[in-house]
């Protein structure tokens, strides 16, 4: 509703509408940078703008805002957000060949399905395909656990790239497992599992190693609300027969 007042009057002199804000150009400033912005790898550090922009989202007609601010509504919903990863994911398990007697075999996919850019976009969330084995009670045995990362890794100092792993929209990732059982094994269990702040993690450890000085307690603080950052989007187990059982 519109107001009669004068918008000097009005708190921050009213509201200003523009086509302008639905579009994914106004996200460009933010998080795109520029030919001459800090690269790694020949990679600007953020590149997400042109990384929708040359996706099937943008031929598509699909903005940033749309996934993001649903509704005009200020959610930015992002890795952070169970709901949204899920929605952006497909994840997939099924048998893998060849078949192990008395033992699983089975392969997870995921899939960059509904993702509008690399998934995910920057340098500070890892997400993880794991499977290992557990015994009855649902506790892992040591030495069995698998792992396949998804993320572009660097160095704490931001002065070099040491994987991109991130899959672009329509890319899959997988991993298979084939293992007898062992030790009290009854199943294995595979899970995808999201960090969305795994670099700011390791930053945190690394600064309270060489001390943090007067800083120590709040960085203790954020070193925690990091590691509990972390959510799982998918986990089933498989069992010898090959069926799916409840995780």
Known sequence: MASAAPRASLPHEGVTRTPAYLASSFCRGCHQFGPDG???????????????????????????????MPDRRH??????????????????????SPRVPGGVAARLVVENS????????????????RVELVDA??????GTRVE???????????????????????????LVYARALENGAVAARFSVVVY???????????????????????????????RRSAFTVFEA???????????
């Open 38 to 68: 800090y690269a790694l790898n020949g990679k600007p550090l953020e590149d997400t703008y042109e990384e929708w922009k040359a996706s099937r989202f943008a031929a598509a007609g699909v903005q940033c805002q749309d996934c993001h």
């Open 137 to 142: 009670a649902g506790h892992a045995l040591a």
């Open 148 to 174: 396949r990362r998804i993320g572009r890794e660097v160095t704490l100092d931001l002065e070099r790239e040491v994987s991109d792993t991130r899959l672009a929209p329509g890319e899959r990732a997988e």
């Open 75 to 96: 959610l930015w919903r992002g890795i952070h957000d169970a709901d949204m990863v899920r929605g952006g994911l497909t994840i997939t398990l099924d048998d893998a």
């Open 114 to 129: 509904g993702v509008g850019h690399r998934f995910p976009t920057y340098v500070t969330p890892v997400v993880l395909l």
């Open 196 to 226: 969305p702040d795994a670099f700011y993690t390791a930053f945190f450890e690394a600064l309270l190693r060489q001390g943090a000085g007067r800083g120590e307690d709040d960085v203790r603080r954020a070193l925690g609300e990091t």
């Open 237 to 247: 187990r498989v069992l010898p027969t090959g069926r799916l059982s409840p995780p």
